[in-house]
């Protein structure tokens, strides 16, 4: 049974950040490319980053995923967060091994989520 689980969220003042993480049992994480998403309130789920296997290809816009293959995680950095940035995030992974043009929908496994909230 493979369960994703997401690590890092919490309680942001406006201009910190955060350190998302994700980690899953029932799979070989570093064998698939991985995306994070998140669901602000009124919003759609949208995809924010995604990762290959390889590291070498990678799709990221203000906020920067990476891999850490010793610990088996791949990690979301936010950047400076404002009020707008809260949601839940989520870490998914695809059931390919790179991110290709379709990654928001290539999702095999999708975890819990985490809750960012960021005061003003």
């Known amino acids: 049974q493979v369960q994703v689980v997401e690590t890092g969220g919490g309680l942001v003042q406006a201009g910190g950040s955060l350190r998302l993480s994700c980690t899953a049992s029932?799979?070989?994480?570093?064998?698939?490319?991985v995306a994070w998403f998140r669901q602000v309130p009124g919003k759609e789920r949208e995809g924010l980053a995604c990762i290959s296997r390889t590291t070498l290809n990678s799709i990221q816009g203000r906020f920067t995923i990476s891999r850490d293959n010793a610990k088996s995680t791949v990690n979301l950095e936010t950047g400076s967060l404002d009020p707008e940035d809260t949601g839940v995030y989520y870490c998914?992974?695809?059931?390919?091994?790179?991110?290709?043009?379709?990654?928001?929908?290539?999702?095999?496994?999708w975890g819990q989520g985490t809750q960012v909230t960021v005061s003003s």
């Open positions: 998914a992974v695809s059931k390919e091994t790179y991110c290709t043009n379709s990654w928001r929908t290539d999702i095999a496994f």
């Open positions: 029932g799979l070989t994480l570093r064998s698939f490319a």
